[in-house]
T-cell receptor
């Protein structure tokens, strides 16, 4: 079974530029998550989708971050414009069941460096 | 709000040593508890989980017991190997949308 795919793996941009990340979850997984992992910290949930609807985006900085999940499968996360403090690893995860009792499967992440 | 506090690292052990990484969680509701592991250059992988009080999760020689009375979920392994070198994250799942809240992670290095 293929895992969660993410691209690109690495991205370097200058502040005020835009960037987009892509995620393809495990086939059949209805729930998709985007996390931000700053160096030395645990992942922090940015947004959670159930199919193509948003369940929780309370920690998404909506003035600069946006995410969509068209057709309830792939998802993109965009930052526009980027700030220095956005440097982090962006993790995508998916699960069969939105309840926390089931496992979330994580992709390898995209490491973003903002200069 | 929900939070997880885990032992700060880094932790450095010799092969075959005993490992304990402490983790405590906020007791709001009835959370499920998890340990995830992140090997160098890889994504997070579920190591073990427990869904209710007194449950013991185990995998690859690692164990953790859900202790409601002490709000703890400490990770243990009797004899670590070099291949166990990784970052370990404790997490709780719960709340209205069952989201995961992670601790800051503990870097473990095992020397031969």
């Amino acid at each position: 079974e293929a895992g969660v795919a993410q691209s690109p793996r690495y991205k370097i941009i200058e502040k005020r530029q835009s960037v987009a990340f892509w995620c393809n979850p495990i086939s059949g997984h209805a729930t998709l998550y985007w996390y931000q992992q700053i160096l030395g910290q645990g992942p922090k949930l940015l947004i959670q989708f159930q199919n193509n609807g948003v369940v929780d985006d309370s920690q998404l900085p909506k003035d600069r971050f946006s995410a969509e999940r068209l057709k309830g499968v792939d998802s993109t996360l965009k930052i526009q414009p980027a700030k220095l403090e956005d440097s982090a690893v962006y993790l995508c995860a998916s699960s069969l069941d939105p309840r926390g009792v089931n496992e979330q499967f994580f992709g390898p992440g995209t490491r973003l460096t903002v200069l | 709000g929900d939070s997880v506090t885990q032992m700060e690292g880094p932790v450095t052990l010799s092969e075959e040593a005993f490992l304990t990484i402490n983790c405590t969680y906020t007791a709001t509701g009835y959370p499920s508890l998890f340990w995830y592991v992140q090997y160098p250059g890889e994504g997070l992988q579920l190591l073990l989980k427990a869904t209710k009080a007194d449950d013991k999760g185990s995998n690859k020689g690692f164990e953790a017991t859900y202790r409601k009375e002490t709000t703890s979920f400490h990770l243990e392994k009797g004899s670590v190997q070099v291949s166990d070198s990784a970052v370990y994250f404790c997490a709780r799942g719960g709340g209205s949308n069952y989201k995961l809240t992670f601790g800051k992670g503990t870097l473990l290095t095992v020397n031969p």
